[in-house]
């Protein structure tokens, strides 16, 4: 089935400093991929997604590329905030033309903390 | 346009008690499928409805059912809840004409 493996956390960065977390999945076909952002105490809100090869997603200074060939949606920011604290879900759904099948399937959570 | 609502957002319950959990899509979408979020098994999916029909179920027992209304809001039902119920159920809904689902905040059960 399919799956989602993403970077072990917690990380924790200096403000300004790069961020990458590694997300890697297999799935048949051409699942469409999403980056999510938990804040504490909160629900799930959508960061970003991609829905073929080679498509960037970007939204808040954060980034990340489907690769087809590498089976990978690495998330990257070039300078992160202390408001960035948060826990990070990357997620797929199966191949979008298989209309009905919507069901996410996510990776485990990155815990990430920004320090002053 | 109003997000993804969930009601209640806390609920304390006892072993054996059944609950409904309620979830109201955003205005004009007709999917809306059910999460449980633990520490120990992260996001799991549970199901989906799309007009009314349940069209996709997750690996959980038969105590966990759903349905959804004509005016695409949804209601979870857990009967005879167990200690390992306690999570966080998210809600999340669709167009149905791309795959993006958009969560709401979740309602808090803890079971006691």
């Known amino acids: ?116 | 346009k109003a997000g993804v609502t969930q009601t209640p957002r806390y609920l304390i319950k006892t072993r054996g008690q059944q609950v409904t959990l309620s979830c109201s899509p955003i205005s004009g979408h007709r999917s809306v499928s059910w999460y449980q979020q633990t520490p120990g098994q992260g996001l799991q999916f549970l199901f989906e409805y799309f007009s009314e029909t349940q069209r996709n179920k997750g690996n959980f027992p038969g105590r966990f059912s759903g349905r959804q209304f004509s005016n695409s809001r949804s209601e979870m039902n857990v009967s005879t809840l167990e200690l390992g119920d306690s999570a966080l159920y998210l809600c999340a809904s669709s167009s149905g004409l791309d795959e993006t689902q958009y969560f709401g905040p979740g309602t808090r059960l803890l079971v006691l």
């Open chain 1, 1 to 116: 089935g399919d799956s989602v493996t993403q970077m072990e956390g917690p990380v924790t960065l200096s403000e300004e400093a790069c961020l990458t977390i590694n997300c890697t999945y297999t799935a048949t076909g051409y699942p469409s991929l999403f980056w999510y952002v938990q804040y504490p105490g909160e629900g799930l809100q959508l960061l970003l997604k991609a829905t073929k090869a080679d498509d960037k997603g970007s939204n808040k200074g954060f980034e990340a590329t489907y690769r087809k060939e590498t089976t990978s949606f690495h998330l990257e920011k070039g300078s992160v905030q202390v408001s960035d604290s948060a826990v990070y879900f990357c997620a797929l759904t199966p191949n979008p033309s298989n209309f009905g099948n919507e069901k996410l399937t996510f990776g485990t959570g990155t815990r990430l903390t920004i320090i002053p």
